[in-house]
């Protein structure tokens, strides 16, 4: 497997995965993460013009789809009923989803490696009722750190690999 930049080409390919992945969260116990269609087609064609979403891929398949970048992100400055592992530089993963063909073959682990391996320290959320995501996180190090609240109101259960 390898990550490489999602290119404008494979829109239509990642809209779809992130469909099926809603449909999975619903099936989960999780009906109101990414309700409505989000991460929309707008969302994610600005996530490929920035040069932020990435595609894991296999035999030229795209087998996940994550937003990853560096530096600040606002959603994280402020931690309730924790504390982050360290204030180091970090990078951050938002909007990871598996396509329906390849959940349960260590896919996520490829994408979160990739994102530690980039910069020694990640962060990332998820809903409360995300339980699936969250056990992948924390089978693969992240720590629990506490709860975020998102430029919404929504509050996301916050974790850290460090």
Known sequence: MEIRLAE???LCEILSIYESARVFMRESGNPNQWAGKYPDE???TRDIEQRKLRV???NGEILAVFFYDEGEDP???IIYDGE???DRP???IHRIAVSDKARGRGVAQVCF???FTKCGNVKIDTHRDNIPMQKSLVKNGFVRCGIIYLANGDE???FQRG
Request: charged share 30%; with cysteine; hydrophobic share 30%.
């Open 90 to 92: 970090c990078g951050v």
């Open 8 to 10: 404008k080409r494979e």
């Open 75 to 77: 959603t994280y400055n």
């Open 113 to 115: 490696d990739y994102a």
């Open 56 to 58: 894991c891929t296999e």
């Open 156 to 158: 996301r259960v916050a």
């Open 42 to 44: 707008e969302t994610v």
């Open 84 to 86: 982050w592992l360290n």
